[in-house]
């Protein structure tokens, strides 16, 4: 992408133009400002292969507009969409799917579309209506491109009242394809659950995790924000007593494929609290506790739990926001914790966006 690519305001635009080496410096120096009370356990950040630093993106959350003349996808800044069709962040295969739709869509108002979401092998299309759209775009030739670009499904989502909020609960239509797609590692995900883009570090971090906590059979495991049971299906190889927690139910539904046997309770884990004390057993193995909370960090009332109730003997940390791991980090210290080690990883090269491992043990 060269800088008359880059439309004007786009926040992603201005790390394009650093090196990965000065946008991994930035990051980690905002890292080491926040935790600076940790700062001397925190290592080497873990980074992709030099041939993953651009490209690599393709799960995708994007507005969308028609601007008389034809569909602009990309970032919405107030009322307008940056159009950004050759984003050197997304992978090939989004910026080919996006041009396709881009392309092929019907104008508005006759197909409202105002979000475009994929992931990885699985699109889907939200459009502003509480009818199906007319779909005689969907054509025996698209289905071909598409099947020649690796989706595999491609699903409408009707919302009528889109906006701040991309998906609705009810209204999912699948027109085309199948409802589920298989990663590189064998995980079963479906078009609105999470998964780390690179698979490299995302083992990475699990391999940290593993050889921390080192779980034995007896050994009862306890997975927070456990998503699509990546880490539930290494802990179930490990030991039999295994509990995930995971609010999205389609993640709920891939997470009971991919680990079979291991307890995942729906829901928010400040709400399922008595559930886990209740599995908890005093039989004189081990608790061990792996979390990978969103942005907001985890629940203050699940912090409080794992601190005065459940009390693991060992903790992995995945946390996404220096800033409220911070505050986790304070708290669990203060209540007889103490920390390992903090392992940055660059996840998503050349943007903001840096995570951090943190590995904590009972004093």
Known sequence: MTETDCPEGCPGCVRQRMTTGQCLAEKLGFAHKTLAPWQPVMVQPETAPEHRQWGYRNKVCLSAIHDGRSWRIGLKRRDIVLSVPRCRIHSPGVRDAMALFAGILPPAPSFPLVFYVQSNAQITLVVKSARMPEMNWLTGDVKNRLLNMGIEGLWLCLHPSAGHRVFAKNGWRLVWGNPRSMDARSLVYGPTTFGQPIVELAEAVLNRAEHFLNPAPGDQMVDLYCGIGA?????????????????????????????????????????????????????????????????????????????????????????????????????????????????????????????????????
């Open 231 to 363: 880490g539930l299906a290494r802990w179930k190889g490990k030991t039999s007593h295994v509990t995930g927690v995971e609010l999205s139910g389609e993640s709920v539904d891939c997470a009971r494929q991919n680990a079979p046997g291991a307890t995942i309770l729906r829901g928010m884990c400040r709400l399922r609290l008595p559930q886990l004390t209740a599995a908890l057993e005093p039989n004189g193995h081990r608790c061990l506790v792996y979390a990978n909370p969103p942005r907001t960090g985890m629940e203050p009332e699940v912090v409080r739990w794992l601190a005065d109730t459940c009390r693991p003997e060992q903790m992995a940390c995945l946390s996404c926001n220096p800033v409220t791991l911070k505050q986790d980090l304070a708290l669990l210290e203060k209540n007889g914790y103490g920390v390992d080690r903090l392992v940055p990883f660059d996840f998503f090269p050349n943007t903001r966006h840096l995570e951090i491992l943190a590995l904590l043990h009972r004093v």
